[in-house]
């Protein structure tokens, strides 16, 4: 049994840079990852994020259900028989799921922050004062004027961070404007958009990048919808994650942080008062079975312990985090008793409250090809083949459409005047992108004719999702069941309300430029009723933020797994730090929040480890 005074579980956005801080702030500090340390170019290039999150090297296959009801789950043409599911790809690997994403980091709501520090009584979570940790996290590099302004007068009208480990850049808009039919269809598409603005691409140009940046804290407080820029999370055209800030705090003070890779997590172990005293592990690769190279048996896996003499810190995701609980004691009784597992804390919230986006996509194939995908193959180069002209580009210069993520244009609206934020982003991809399937990054690549119009829902009110172990055996995923609209708890129907209306947006925003398509492919001139566009979307949404499954909350909430510092009831010495501590899914993308969160946690906990050693 090795012994450290911090041990983290999981590498991803929450638990890498908490790991990272905890190590600079002088603690030894070991962070377990289950999977390996992969940097090959699906890593590194951000065009190839879909071949990321299907690469064998660093995904984990999870199949999840979207409804109980089997034969309403078996009209979505993605659920795949064999698995009892639809593929929701993870990644197991160093830096967690920030290896595979999109790279879009948009700010969350004011309310998300605000509605914290309500349930919490605590003001360190308000808006206002969390803002700080974006500020400290980020080092923007697109806004050039107003850091020039900041340095000078020290004046952050923004709140823009610009010396923080995550640069933010955006992609190059002349990009698209350099392709005759995608640059008239994203004009006709902004002009739909832009009431009163005059017909010249310059001014649209303008609108982008002085109001469209919706990381802005002047766009966030005044609540604006409207045309987008999407910041990228990117160093020089190149991926930047979890991974890079793990790595660079180890270089930094290699003698407090210790990284173990094929390291999964099997139970946190607790001594007679019920504080976590360490971590079980096995050693090895590939053993867990969301990972698509695992085989039968341990595979020669060694079991080890790991000694923690001030905290354990939990940091494995929406679905991993809830299952290393429920493995340790620590969830409902019902379900821990059923797999024979003596309960430590009775705890009927730790894997309950799962939420997520709602996402359905509209796509057309349009009368030519776009020029500028004619020199790629939106994939590294195959073993004997030459590297296609963009891999070229950005091996040399980190320019191109590969430093880009797909999307060309973006906006948030509001799907009800009513709604006190926007809780719509709507984005058009040059690709052909029906949601996750086996495979499903193969017609991403191959598309060179597709325009895709997704349609994200920010902010459900279907609370009604739960992750459960399907066994003790720690090497078997959890069975996720997301209970989509009705079926869940949101029994008026807001949701799908929403997402119609999003849907209808974009099919009118499509009409500004139809000289342009050949067809509507999907889903098709068959769906055209609102009856007819509701089902296609109850059959066939998807979703990739799973959140909220160990919610923080009030003390007499029974379903509330962690306090406002992130503390698991009922215990001492245990934590979470990751995307299931939000009550409610926070902003658009999930995944700024979480980097948030990550800082908060770090000065919360090495608060109260100064408080312990007075």
């Known amino acids: 049994m090795s012994e450290f005074e911090y041990v983290v579980v999981g590498s991803g956005a929450g638990g890498g840079p908490l790991a990272a801080n905890l190590a600079e702030a002088g603690h030894s500090v070991l962070l377990l990852e289950a999977g390996g340390d992969f940097d090959g170019y699906n890593y590194q290039v951000p065009a190839f994020h879909p ?19 089997d034969a309403r789950q078996r009209k979505d043409w993605k659920f795949t028989a064999d698995r009892d599911g639809v593929l929701y790809p993870r990644a197991g690997t160093l830096g967690g799921c920030t ?65 923080g480990w995550l640069t933010t850049e955006e992609a190059d808009p002349e990009l698209a404007l350099e392709d005759r039919e995608l640059s008239a269809a994203i004009k006709a598409a902004a002009l739909a958009n832009l009431h009163g603005a ?26 604006q919808d409207g045309l987008r820029l999407v910041p990228l999370s990117r160093d020089r055209g190149a991926r930047i994650g979890a991974r890079e800030r793990v790595l660079a705090a180890r270089e930094k003070c290699p003698e407090n942080l210790t990284i173990r890779l094929g390291a999964l997590a099997t139970r946190v172990l607790f001594d007679e008062d019920r504080r976590a005293v360490g971590v079980e592990y096995l050693d090895g690769t590939s053993l867990y079975r969301a990972d698509p190279r695992h085989g039968d048996g341990e595979g020669g896996a ?72 004619a020199n790629s193959t939106m994939r590294p180069p195959q073993a004997g083949d030459p590297p296609d002209p963009a891999f070229e580009e950005w091996l040399e210069h980190r320019e191109g459409i590969y430093t880009t993520n797909g999307a060309v244009l973006s906006m948030i609206k509001r799907s009800a005047d009513w709604k006190p934020s926007p809780d719509l982003f709507l984005f058009a991809l040059v690709t052909d992108f029906r949601g996750y399937y086996p495979g499903y990054s193969r017609r991403v690549q191959e598309s060179k004719d597709h325009l895709t119009w997704a349609v994200l829902k920010g902010h459900t009110a279907n609370a009604g999702g739960r992750v459960a172990i399907r066994s003790p055996d720690p090497r078997d995923t959890p069975r996720v069941d997301f209970h989509y609209f009705d079926e869940g708890t949101d029994k008026n129907g807001k949701d799908l309300d929403a997402v119609v209306e999003g849907f209808r947006i974009v099919r009118d925003i499509s ?67 990751d995307a299931s501590v939000f009550p409610r899914i926070p902003g658009l993308f999930i995944v700024s929040a979480v980097y948030m969160i990550a800082e908060k946690a770090s000065d919360v906990i090495l608060a109260d480890a100064k408080r312990a050693s007075r």
């Open 99 to 163: 290896a595979h994403n999109a790279l879009i980091l948009v700010y969350p709501t004011n309310d998300d922050w605000n509605g914290i520090a309500e349930i919490t009584g605590d003001r360190s979570w308000s808006a206002a004062r969390m803002r700080r940790y974006f500020e400290r996290l980020e080092g923007c590099r697109y806004r050039g004027f107003s850091r020039f302004i900041y340095k000078l007068l020290t004046l952050n009208r923004s709140r823009h961070g610009y010396s």
């Open 511 to 577: 009409r500004s430029y139809e000289h342009l398509v050949d067809e509507e492919v999907h889903p098709g001139p068959r769906v055209d009723t609102d009856e007819e566009i509701r089902e296609f979307i109850q059959n066939e949404a998807w979703g990739h933020h799973a959140s909220c499954t160990c919610k923080i909350g009030r003390g007499d909430d029974p379903m509330a797994v962690l306090d406002g510092r992130f503390r698991v009831r009922g215990t001492r010495g245990l934590r979470v730090v």
């Open 51 to 69: 071949g990321a999150s299907e690469d064998p090297e660093m995904t984990w296959e999870f199949f999840v259900r979207h409804y109980a009801d």
């Open 198 to 223: 005059s017909d010249r691409l310059l001014r649209i140009l303008r609108f982008l990048f002085t109001e469209g940046d919706p990381n802005d804290w002047r766009f966030t407080a005044r609540r």
């Open 302 to 373: 060694s079991r080890r312990t790991v000694r923690a003499t001030r905290e354990v810190i939990l940091a494995g995701g929406a679905f991993n985090t809830p299952q290393l609980l429920q493995l340790s004691g620590v969830g409902p009784r019902e379900l821990l008793e059923e797999h024979g597992i003596d309960v430590l804390v009775d705890l009927p919230g730790v894997g309950a409250n799962l939420q997520d986006r709602y996402e359905v996509s509209l796509v057309q194939r349009m009368k030519k090809p776009f020029s500028m995908l």
